[in-house]
């Protein structure tokens, strides 16, 4: 069976954290967001890539990005340092068929928004607990997930979030001080498949949690393109009578 | 400006919570049901009228439908005395252009079902607070509404609910131990607007509270029809080249 | 690699047929039109068993449903002698995760109205030819489909054809008297998928078409289900905070 | 009763057919498209106004899109003009509640590929006749609409459409020549409508027929927004309980 290939975009969240005098973030993540992300992909049905702001140009090009099945997405601090022909790559690549997984902070990183042509805001507040739920226990991206698990720390993401209306909601998100969240919605963009998926606030540990690692897993499995195409143009079109 | 009629089935409430010595429902609909929800219409705008399972023949029948704007429906202890035929009939003239509300346990009534196609299953508990979080500010039933309002009283509806992908998630609750639930959703069937709302376990005077007056006035104004049709059936086309 | 379980409810169209002196039936079915469907499926992939209107009490039942994953349903003259507890039966087992895929007149067949929640409701002209197209190369169904392909004889179906909007509008039909078609939509119900495909007169050999074939054949591999639920009742839930 | 404002964004034809040669265009539109569009709102109840390629920068600013109902986008040779601070700026007023109307070519404007997020990839071939068909007659943009109607000539467009699932497909377009087209697609994005609409190649004097003006003012008045929001950016939310 072939191996999916995903490749893995991150910030720098250590180097971030430093300036800021952050302790919380080198201590969920010692050894960056990225590995915590990877452990979640058996490395017998996954070739995992890395890509990151600071060598962007190097790591997301054609060619990595026509040999990638799923592109998951970490952004946070430098939404902006994108550069817009890069956006605009990933975006023409999910249309061919790559896979786009949003995580949290992402729902508002360019090639996100180009996807879904909303603005994605949402209300936020530091630090609660979050219990997900299951809202779609039909979806692939649920397989073996419960009905709902508990997060002990995670950022507030609340609605209302400025998003088209999804083709599935499979996750919903309650916080203890109040608020809800669609915390997992998933569209189809040309031949690509897109989630977004709101857990993992780099200050703690999310992207070790067995249960968020089997989601991403998943996730990874649902959006592996069965089938790409090679461009987008427009054809001309022969008469049929 | 021509007034909306609006047509509202209930079930007797008072006397079942008499058979059962229910204290809470006669303290909170007094007058029953029927005269709660019809409050949040105002005469000037609407004409209500009043169906009832108790006399359900008399009170839903092809004329009466075909007069009628918008349907509310309160259901829950004797969805399965609803005849198969008056179901139908319900459908088929929301599929003619008739909007149709269903209000709380009427998550599995007869004809709510027939128009989503799924089991409408839930989870639930008695009693708990909930708050109401407007997840689609911008559309019609949310106007006027606040991002999130709270309902000191409300049976608990939690995920997963069994729909169809919504047109539009207009609503999301919370509930303090622990879940949440889409509490109003919208499809399209045919002419036809549905909506389906939450919010009004029998116990709680929940339809005097003036928020969800507000959103059920909201909901008759957007799934009054602005279109109708005659009939369903399948014509005969004539060649146009 | 496991079977898929397929069962195939037809018609007698061959009885009918001889009931009207209607030649081109036999012609197009000499071995009726379970064979002309069933031939769709490879034996080593899966396995085929046949269900039918006048032994509908013997063919279908709870546990032929449960034991089957995708249910073909071609009926036409004798929609109304269907039972309504199958009908009822069929949309619940869909709810649960068996699949669903409505043939030709199967528009206005009881499951598929109950699946749907709209009329079905089309217009119609007796026999033209067709030309099909992909409007949705990236889906399951349409796998190894050309953009186009001719039917030399089928019925036509017309827009406007009363349907909830589609997950996906997977083949437009064009005819050459005029008209357009959506041939071919996918829905979700609970756990199921649901599939409408428009081809399939019974007066002209459809089913024995290669493309048609493989259409069928990649439905059946689509909505087959990944996950199963027992029970569509609402269970209690225990707080979780 | 207030006002709609209309904005109407078109490049020069009238320049562009000049340096061709082309005699077609001068022809169906002697006074440019700008005055054919605008001929579809009466002055009674729509404010017209003109943006255009060679002068974006002062017919396009924030200050006009705040006070503009619905932007009419009509664009072919010059698309890549378009600065892309521009399209960003009309995709965020759409997330505001602008509605906006996406005219024939303009299936690959900037804007508009930023609001759908997928490729706007057709198929085309010159000159055919094409009837349109009402695929969704209970929609406010088809009010008035007849079930058909015909355009001696028109540019074929041709599936497959790359375009996210549509919140409603209004119309389709059957060609003589064997080609069906999705030519009508309806979207939310945030509080803003959006409205695809297939007809308007610049050689025929589409916009001057009768019906296609009724469907142009019938889509301003649909996609007019009855809500409207100051700011897309992602506010803090306090505690509820």
Redesign the interface.
Known sequence: MKKINILIYTEDVLKDAALRGNELTPKAYPNGLHAGIAGAFDSEKYNVRAAGIDNIRETITPEILADTDVLFWWGHCHHHEVP?DIAELV??EV?K?MGFVALHSAH?AKPFL??????G?????LNDSE?V??????H?IA?GIP??F?LPNEE?Y?????I??????VF???F?????F?SGVT?????GKVFYFQPGHEEYPIYYDETIRQILSNAAGWAAP??R?DN??????????
């Not at 739920?133 to 039909?138: F, M, N, S």
């Not at 609340?158 to 400025?162: G, H, L, T």
């Not at 088209?164 to 909601?169: H, V, W």
């Not at 203890?176 to 809800?180: A, I, L």
Request: with cysteine.
């Open positions: 817009d975006v023409r249309n068929g508002i180009r996807l879904i042509g909303t603005s805001s949402l209300s936020w507040r219990i739920w299951t809202a779609a226990p039909y692939p397989a009905t709902h508990k507030i609340s609605e209302p979030f400025d088209p209306a999804p083709e599935d909601t919903i998100g309650w203890s001080q109040g608020m809800v669609r569209y189809r963009r040309g031949y069965q089938a195409r987008l143009n427009c054809p001309n079109v022969e008469p049929v009578v």
